[in-house]
């Protein structure tokens, strides 16, 4: 171990990357969004901030380095202790959201509004409100305009559902209609759902093996062969919640540079993709409105949206509202299909398989089977597209057999500039909380590179190649020819 502060390298990585991050702005004649102001999704500089590189990467490098410089410097007595209340920030930003708060304010201004005020709406403690509201602003959510008295910022406004805050309190079954609201669809469903499963983490894990019961089951005194997915049936509303925060993650997974969807009919074609557990199918509805539209192909793409019975009736509906030009041509068909049982046989091969968010909702076991029934579907020149996160080691290197992704292209990764944590600390941290969700709610994992190269193996598929995204990434495997 070497005894050398890392301060000093820390503190130019940092000052590096934020005169990068300046210039970059400046030279596109951008201004860095304030954090005081609301966010306003369509300005230009939130598109350029998505889509330069040079903006990406100089922010990760300021979110680790910058995490990585309190942790060395913070009291490690107060540093676990933060850790252990950060529960709160969970309930605060559920309270928050449910009292529709974000809607309030943007009604209220830039002024803000007081903490009755925003009690009134909901009858609640306006004293607590203030309280809620004001660990949410020392965690920059919200900002305290005068004491007692809130106004929205960049963070907060990313919560607004889109609609007025009395549509939001009259019609409590419609909060999630409209498609802006996914991201408070997600902290919800994150800050309820997952939330109470992970507070019996530790309770389950030391159940003795025969007792042992997963933190969905024990947190929600549910039956024992009960699952997350039978479990968000029972109620339209968290349903409901669940399909809006799927939906709301789906715009960083059409990335550019990731699965060249416009290369894969050519003219004259028509290649089916299937996708499966495909909730309402936002991904490749993404595909159609995003890329497909401008793509250079100029063949034609048919989509099979799969999914249990009740979903595949709200995707249904999702296209017939959204994209009714692509449910009128055919170019769309709705299959409910049990993603465990034998595909459907078809006279033209299936082109693509597209597996988005679902193969980490299940174990090593389930997911076999899964990608057993799509290889017996499959023809020789049939791709795999897995779209999910790719958890790396904390450690330097990311593979116990480095030679065996040699050939696999954007399979080895190199690990973040010294003397940051190899796998980017706090700038990555998404993939570990979503890894714990995946076992609290489902006993499933994000994999690690080595974890896909194995799964895919024994299922009779070879990794192809990852086109690494900047949360999930398109891993394409072929089949192993028989
Ligand atoms: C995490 S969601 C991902 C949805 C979608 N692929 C996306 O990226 O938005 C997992 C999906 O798997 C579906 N699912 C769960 N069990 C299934 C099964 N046995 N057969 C088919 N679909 C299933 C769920 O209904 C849900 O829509």
């Given amino acids: 171990m070497s005894s050398a502060s890392p301060l000093p390298a820390l503190l130019q990585l940092l000052t590096q990357s934020i005169n990068t991050l300046s210039a970059t702005y400046a030279s596109a004649g951008h201004h860095l969004p304030s954090l005081d102001a609301p966010l306003v999704k369509d300005d230009p500089a939130e598109a350029f901030r998505l889509s330069n590189p040079d903006v990406v990467d100089a922010t990760q490098r300021i979110v680790a380095a910058a995490s990585q410089i309190i942790a060395c410097v913070r009291d490690p007595t107060v540093g676990v202790i933060q850790g252990g209340h950060s529960y709160n920030l969970s309930a605060c930003l559920r309270a928050a959201s449910e009292l529709n708060v974000p809607e309030i304010l943007r009604e209220a201004g830039e002024d803000g509004a007081s903490a009755e005020t925003i009690a009134s709406y909901s ?91 997963l933190p969905l089951i024990r947190a929600w005194n549910l039956q024992p ?33 990731g699965y060249p969807w416009a290369e894969l009919a050519k003219p004259g074609e028509r290649k089916i993709v299937v996708d499966v557990g495909a909730g309402i199918g936002a991904y490749v509805m993404g595909v159609a409105k995003e890329v497909l539209v401008t793509g250079s192909g100029g063949g034609e793409v048919e989509f099979v949206v799969q999914d249990r019975e009740k979903t595949v009736e709200k995707a249904r509906k999702y296209w017939e509202e959204r994209i009714p030009e692509y449910v009128e041509k055919g170019l769309v068909k709705f299959e409910a299909q049990d993603f465990f049982t034998p595909q459907p046989s078809r006279t033209t091969p299936v ?33 795999l597209l897995i779209i999910d996160r790719v958890v790396r080691p904390a450690s330097a290197v990311e593979s116990i057999d480095p030679d065996a992704l040699k050939n696999i292209p954007g399979a080895a990764m ?50 192809e190649r990852i086109y690494r995204g900047p949360q999930s990434s398109n891993l394409v495997a072929r089949p192993i020819a028989d």
């Fill in 123 to 213: 009858g609640t403690d306006p004293a607590l409100v203030a309280r809620i509201l004001r660990l949410l602003a020392t965690h920059q959510i919200f900002r305290e305009v005068k004491p007692g008295v809130f106004a929205n910022n960049r963070l907060s406004s990313a919560l607004d559902k889109g609609k007025s805050p009395q549509e939001l309190f009259d019609k409590p079954s419609e909060r999630f209609s409209e498609a802006q609201s996914g991201p408070a669809a997600h902290v919800e469903f994150l800050a309820d759902e997952v939330f109470r499963c992970a507070s019996v983490l530790s309770d389950t894990m030391r159940e003795p093996e025969s007792q042992r019961q």
């Fill in 225 to 257: 062969d009960s699952n997350l997915f039978a479990f968000l049936e029972t109620s339209p509303a968290r349903l409901g919640r669940f399909a809006m925060a799927m939906h709301g993650s789906v715009t960083s997974n059409t990335f550019k540079g």
């Fill in 351 to 383: 082109a693509v398989f597209v597996l988005r968010h679902v193969l980490h909702n299940w174990s090593e076991s389930k997911s076999t089977l899964l990608l057993q029934h799509l290889r017996a579907a499959a023809s020789p020149d049939t791709q």
């Fill in 414 to 463: 190199d690990p973040a500039p010294e003397p940051l944590l190899p796998n980017w600390g706090l700038a990555a941290e998404a993939n570990y909380h979503y890894d714990m969700a995946m076992h609290n709610l489902l006993g499933a994992t994000e994999r690690t590179v080595d974890g896909f190269v194995a799964l895919l193996k024994r299922t009779g598929w070879r990794l």
